[in-house]
């Protein structure tokens, strides 16, 4: 569990030794990750289900930010895992 600053947390745990690190939470911490430009990768997973509304991942970008497709695959589904990383 972290606390304080989150750009100078990520920074500290980046900095280590270790596994990638992964992180869950709400769009409000996701936001902020983004934001900040503390995201190396994103693993979206799109769902073919249509719910006519939902909270933006990406609204607290100042401009646009450029993504480079990684991988891509498709389910029996129809749901389809993407990895994007900053261009």
Known sequence: MASGDLAE?????????GKPIVAHG????ARSLVAGGLVD????????????QGLPLFSELAAPARLELVS?????GGAVAQTYRAA
């Open 26 to 29: 709400g769009v409000s911490f």
């Open 9 to 17: 947390e990520i920074a500290r745990l980046k900095a280590q030794e």
């Open 72 to 76: 891509s695959r498709a389910f029996p």
């Open 41 to 52: 990768r994103f693993a979206l997973l799109v769902v073919p289900v249509a719910l006519g």
